[in-house]
């Protein structure tokens, strides 16, 4: 999709931050445990492989996650990558 329309997107959702070149968004949760971090990861697959779609997922530093959607294919944002932001939005309230 154009730059223009995924910043326009990604500005509906107020958890995730949009990349200079708008190719990806990313969201940072802090969690409490490494062991409730690794829970949230399988969560968050569970969605990816619902919607087959998957994020890039690092944890650092033990309990930090960060969740980083590209799509591959394109080397850049699709309606996917909205679906999935939205999705682990709806997970994590
Ligand atoms: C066939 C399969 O659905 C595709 O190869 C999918 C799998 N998940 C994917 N996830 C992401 N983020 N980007 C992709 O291009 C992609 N491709």
Known sequence: ?????????AGTLT????????TAVSRK?????????????NQIAEIAETEQ??????LTGYRHLEIVLTTH???GLSEN???VAAKI????K
């Open 15 to 22: 958890d995730w931050v949009i990349n200079e070149n708008a």
């Open 29 to 41: 949760i802090n969690c409490k445990t490494f062991a409730k971090a690794v829970t949230r990861i």
């Open 81 to 83: 990558d909205f679906i």
């Open 53 to 58: 779609h998957h994020p890039d997922l690092h």
């Open 73 to 75: 294919a394109i080397g």
């Open 1 to 9: 999709m154009e730059a223009s329309q995924a910043q326009d997107l």
């Open 89 to 92: 939005d709806e997970l994590l």
